[in-house]
Nanobody, 120 residues
Framework: QVQLVESGGGLVQPGGSLRLACAAS????????MGWYRQAPGKQRELAAS???????DYSDSVKGRFTISRDIAKNTVYLQMNNLKPEDTAVYYC??????????????WGQGTQVTVSS
């Protein structure tokens, strides 16, 4: 079973930076796409950024120009570099990875979530 382990959340002042990481493991044959979602209190979970198997990335309008998604294929790890953070970026950030397992079954796995708080 594919498992995801997230790291890198925390408390940061407005204008600061954080880097999130998400490592996938457990029977992965190939990864189709990786992404970062976030959920603020009282709001629905929304996609912040995603990266496809070809390396193309996509961002929500609210983070475009401030966040950068990247990946290390050899390590099955996806990163989210967050710069110029704003209080409205405060949320629980979830990693999502989908692909094909070594058992030839598609998987769509979620991380446990990591809290990002932007406050002075």
């Amino acid at each position: 079973q594919v498992q995801l382990v997230e790291s890198g959340g925390g408390l940061v002042q407005p204008g600061g930076s954080l880097r999130l990481a998400c490592a996938a493991s457990g029977g992965i044959f190939t990864i189709f796409a990786m992404g970062w979602y976030r959920q603020a209190p009282g709001k629905q979970r929304e996609l912040a950024a995603s990266i496809s198997s070809s390396g193309s990335s996509d961002y929500s309008d609210s983070v475009k120009g401030r966040f950068t998604i990247s990946r290390d294929i050899a390590k099955n790890t996806v990163y989210l570099q967050m710069n110029n953070l704003k209080p409205e970026d405060t949320a629980v950030y979830y990693c999502n990875v989908n692909g094909l397992s070594i058992w030839h079954k598609q998987f769509d796995s979620w991380g446990q979530g990591t809290q990002v708080t932007v406050s002075s």
